[in-house]
């Protein structure tokens, strides 16, 4: 398989990635390369096998709805790269 | 005492019989950092001050006679591992600066343990790679050879416990994170069973196969930190509720009896001559400790890596979806709007491993391919968990090389993705079927250690570490040192 540079243009998008015009081309080659590896899977009969999951085929433990964290905002905030009266900044959304 | 070669166990001793102090043998790993560290780039941050503080505390607790195995014993973290105040990086650009509001569970248990923390251990970035070289902070180099890799993802883990630079770390093993270094090393690395130890604070690669252990000089060590990481916690959601038995009780029970299966998918072609040479060796001892080997075989073991490459990047792309330049971690200079935030704040601040993992695993998910690849690889899972639970039906644990190769050299498979997705060729299988494995030193080829790697059945992991230190107490590959590192 050979990903084409459209479509490793469409998979970054999709993972919000921005490739550099230069290390595309690399990116192409290495992923084409990973999914013809993983096309091994393609030989391996698996007509009536479920999928697994979960090693153990645990399920999720649900808790009780209830607060158990306290509030940490400030110190949360403190990590944050540009915040405002207790509020996240990001570029304007709307205009 | 001689601290490069010292077991956990040995200067626990010492401390509770007050021979050293936890600040005299703290001040001594410092120094030993300081001057050997700069060769080998084990620690991405270590932190003197604290460590010293923690010390002091751990001398009052044993002064007042209210010391467990673990107090005053100076660690290590690998740095995937939140530590409250202390910068955690994942080896990344992309948090370089981020300091984790609390402590992962597992570093509260150690903590609580009374163990001193000298500092946080490199990695590959966001635990992806087998050789440490994906790390931001730069390649950690393999103690026995510093033109080669040690391993990884815990590769700063696994050389610093073998360069004494540390008395036990704790790492992490997606694929063999853990055990591939420890082999790598020349130490001991115990992968536990999928829920053993806590994932919560654990900065997530691929959830439904990561998991912590412990990296030691000896099996002995090894159960006496993973007696203190192990158990239910409630902040996991995928933790198992099950009682935690006494490691240490059961290391020395006799293996005559133990039946040992060998899979003939582990000692074909592709398995180095000398590897290979070294593990029938080792095999060769436990047969005279009373232990029994059975052929088998794992039919679908060839697929473990494919289907490992299809969910582990599936994951990882959902996982490091956090990584928005909004809340933590890296954010690009003046965004133009909200889409250029993410994508030069994820650009920049991944390298280009883990941007091929998440794209690898994007398309995996993505329309139209997510029944071809993802359902495809859960399905292909379920056939390598049951090709081990008919092998457990027959045998006690499985043996094998833990990597088909000692230490390569540094850069030697850097631009070629597969060829270093296959160093975990051994390992990856017992992640996707969510088995305990560890890998103990079992020789060397050309100066370079080679290890064996035992698998056990869910919840096994006492089994391995009984016969481990069985095997540790006829053979001596774990007592050697580095020879720069004496």
Request: aromatic content about 6%.
């Amino acid at each position: 398989m050979h990903l084409d540079r459209d479509t490793v243009d469409r998979i970054a998008h999709l993972a919000r990635l921005q490739l550099a015009e230069a290390e595309a081309e690399g990116y192409a080659r290495h992923l084409s390369d990973i999914l013809d590896f993983v096309a091994q899977l393609d030989d391996a009969d698996t007509a009536g096998t479920e999928p697994l999951a979960h090693p153990l085929e645990v399920t999720q433990r649900l808790r009780d709805d209830v607060v158990t964290e306290p509030d940490q905002r400030a110190r949360f905030q403190a990590q944050a790269p540009a915040v405002e009266d207790g509020l996240y900044l990001v570029p304007k959304v709307l205009d | 005492m001689q601290i490069a070669t010292a077991t956990l166990a040995e200067l626990g001793a010492a401390l509770r019989r007050r021979e050293v102090s936890s600040e005299e043998l703290t001040r001594a790993y410092l120094e030993r950092i300081e001057r050997l560290d700069p060769g080998l780039n084990c620690f991405v941050t270590v932190d003197a001050e604290g460590a010293l503080a923690q010390a002091r505390a751990a001398d009052a607790r044993l002064a007042a006679g209210d010391a467990g195995p673990l107090t005053g014993i100076p660690i290590a973290h690998k740095d995937i591992f939140c530590t409250d105040g202390l910068r955690t990086t994942c080896g990344s650009k992309m948090l370089a600066n981020f300091v984790a509001p609390y402590d992962a569970t597992a570093v509260a248990q150690l903590k609580q343990a009374g163990s001193v923390l000298l500092g946080k251990t490199n990695m590959d970035e966001f635990a992806m790679g087998s050789s440490n070289e994906t790390s931001h902070f730069g390649p950690v180099r393999n103690p026995w050879d510093p033109a080669r890799v040690p391993g990884g993802s815990s590769g700063g883990s696994a050389a610093a416990v073998a360069a004494g630079l540390a008395a036990a770390t704790t790492g992490t093993d997606t694929g063999g994170s853990i055990r591939q270094p420890a082999a790598l090393c020349g130490i001991t690395g115990l992968k536990p069973t999928y829920g053993r130890v806590s994932r919560y604070g654990m900065i997530a690669f691929a959830s439904s196969l990561d998991q912590g252990g412990p990296l030691a000089r000896s099996a002995e060590d090894a159960a006496l930190l993973l007696a203190a990481m192990a158990g239910f916690d409630p902040r996991d959601s995928t933790s198992v509720d099950a009682p935690v038995p006494d490691y240490a009780a059961t290391l020395g029970d006799d293996l005559r009896g133990l039946r040992i299966g060998l899979p003939r998918e582990y000692f074909g072609d592709g398995v180095d001559a000398g590897v290979a040479a070294a593990v029938a060796a080792a095999l060769d001892e436990l047969r005279r400790l009373g232990a029994e080997t059975v052929e088998l075989s794992l039919p679908n073991s060839h697929l473990s890596v494919p289907a490992y490459y299809v969910i582990a990047p599936a994951e990882c792309s959902a996982n490091l979806a956090r990584f928005d330049g909004v809340r933590y971690g890296h954010r690009c200079a003046d965004p133009v709007d909200l889409e250029d935030l993410y994508k030069r704040s994820r650009s920049e601040g991944f390298g280009a491993e883990v941007k091929r993992r998440i794209m690898i695993g994007t398309y995996a998910l993505s329309a139209g391919y997510y029944d071809a690849y993802y359902l495809k690889a859960q399905r292909v899972r379920r056939l390598i968990r049951d090709d081990f639970s008919q092998a457990f039906a027959r045998v006690d644990v499985i043996a094998g090389p833990t990597a088909p190769t000692p230490a390569f050299g540094l850069g030697e498979k850097a631009d070629d993705p597969i060829t270093m997705y296959l160093s975990d060729i051994f390992t990856i299988a017992a992640n996707l079927a969510g088995l305990p494995g560890l890998s103990v030193p079992a020789g060397f080829v050309g100066g370079l250690p080679v290890g064996l790697q035992l698998i056990g059945d869910h919840f096994a992991e006492a089994r391995l570490l009984n016969v481990a230190h069985r095997y540790q107490q006829v053979t001596d590959w774990h007592r050697q040192v580095p020879p720069g590192c004496v």
